[in-house]
């Protein structure tokens, strides 16, 4: 059977409001009652649940946002042999490519603008480094909008779709946050950080940074104004790493990517061989809260704020997976 054709049967069950997968895969030779670790339960109020698979096929999908509309969403895959730019339906339709590369080049993480007409992404078609460019719908071509010498990624578009903001490396290495506008001019820098976001009100830019405490070297989540000013420590723990934050559409939460931090000796580390998962904190930094039992990365929201969309491995490939992130006293493990 063809991915395409077990895409489209994945599909079918969810537009029948079938839950597509509810049991985690377990390990070989796993008892099927083996006890969830106690230091990794989640209380029952504040459990996830409506796990719902959304791509399932041989071929890895990343970093996938749903559009302004929650109707398609794109994701970034190598199942034409390298990773381009495609959508996916989230409830019924087809799969269209929207980039084509020769296997060299690789297009990921992409943004939707507010009005859906363009999808920002980062590309390494000039040169093999990586930079802002624009796919317009409608239009033939592309835009390029960044032209660093040592790389930018993860360009994310203001509410209102009139600036950009990004991550770009300096020769260093180093990584800083810088805006420009919907044509990339006037470029501004920020910051040090990466991985930013903006609020719904377009006011505040939530970003991950890294931190050394002693020897220990960690990324948190933080906020800053959206002029790059009051900068402030949102999440600060040392056995765990934080980054691709993203405001929930109400502004209230934030849903984010944590690693364990396996050089860290002195911070307890999880029994199970599952170093990254997806957590949620309040904008003010209270109630953390982990939303995945099992490796997955790159969180996203639905448009309205109901579900996080999110990448897991949970067999030989990646694959997009969605759940809600509270429902009241449901507690849900796939």
Same mark, same amino acid.
Request: proline share 7%.
């Given at each position: ?13 969810l537009?029948?409001?079938a ?8 390990p ?72 084509m ?11 939707w ?28 071509g ?12 993860n ?13 770009a490396?300096?020769?260093?290495g ?5 805006m #420009? *506008?919907?044509e ?5 820098? $920020? ?5 930013? +976001? !903006? @609020? =719904? &009100? /377009? ?27 009051n900068?402030r420590?949102?999440?600060?723990e ?7 934050p993203?405001?929930?559409p ?20 999880p ?11 309040? #904008? *003010? ?7 995945? $039992?099992?490796?997955a990365?790159?969180? +996203? !929201? @639905? =448009? &309205? /704020? ?5 990448s ?8 997009v997976?969605?759940?809600q ?10």
């Amino acid at each position: 059977m063809s991915s395409t054709i077990r895409h489209h049967i994945v599909l079918a069950l969810l537009v029948g409001g079938a839950t597509v997968a509810t049991a985690q895969a377990r390990p070989a030779g796993a008892p099927s009652s083996a006890p969830a670790d106690p230091d990794r339960r989640l209380p029952i109020s504040l459990a996830p649940a409506g796990l719902r698979q959304l791509t399932m096929d041989e071929n890895d999908e990343r970093e996938a946002v749903f559009s302004p509309r929650g109707d398609v969403f794109a994701v970034s895959s190598n199942r034409s042999g390298t990773f381009e730019l495609w959508l996916y339906p989230s409830r019924q339709g087809g799969v269209r490519q929207l980039t084509m590369n020769p296997a060299t080049t690789q297009d990921v993480s992409p943004d939707w603008h507010p009005s859906a007409s363009s999808l920002l992404f980062q590309s390494t078609r000039i040169g093999g480094i990586p930079n802002i460019w624009r796919y317009n719908f409608g239009e033939r071509g592309l835009t390029q909008l960044t032209f660093t010498k040592f790389g930018a990624e993860n360009g994310r578009y203001s509410p209102d779709g009139s600036l950009i903001i990004y991550t770009a490396y300096d020769a260093a290495g180093r990584r800083h946050i810088w805006m #420009v *506008d919907a044509e990339g001019r006037n470029p501004t820098e $920020l910051g040090d950080g990466f991985d930013a +976001s !903006w @609020s =719904p &009100d /377009g006011r505040t830019i939530v970003f991950a940074r890294a931190v050394r405490e002693g020897s220990d070297r960690t990324t948190d989540i933080w906020l800053m104004d959206a002029d790059g000013t009051n900068a402030r420590r949102l999440t600060g723990e040392r056995a765990k790493s934080e980054s691709a934050p993203r405001f929930s559409p109400d502004g209230q939460s934030i849903v984010y990517e944590m690693t364990w931090n396996p050089s860290d000796s002195s911070a307890a580390q999880p029994s199970r061989r599952i170093l990254r998962e997806v957590w949620m904190v309040g #904008v *003010d930094g209270q109630n953390a809260r982990q939303l995945t $039992l099992y490796e997955a990365s790159r969180p +996203s !929201w @639905s =448009p &309205d /704020g109901k579900q996080v969309i999110f990448s897991t491995a949970r067999g030989s490939s990646q694959d997009v997976w969605m759940i809600q992130p509270l429902v009241p006293n449901t507690v849900s493990r796939p």
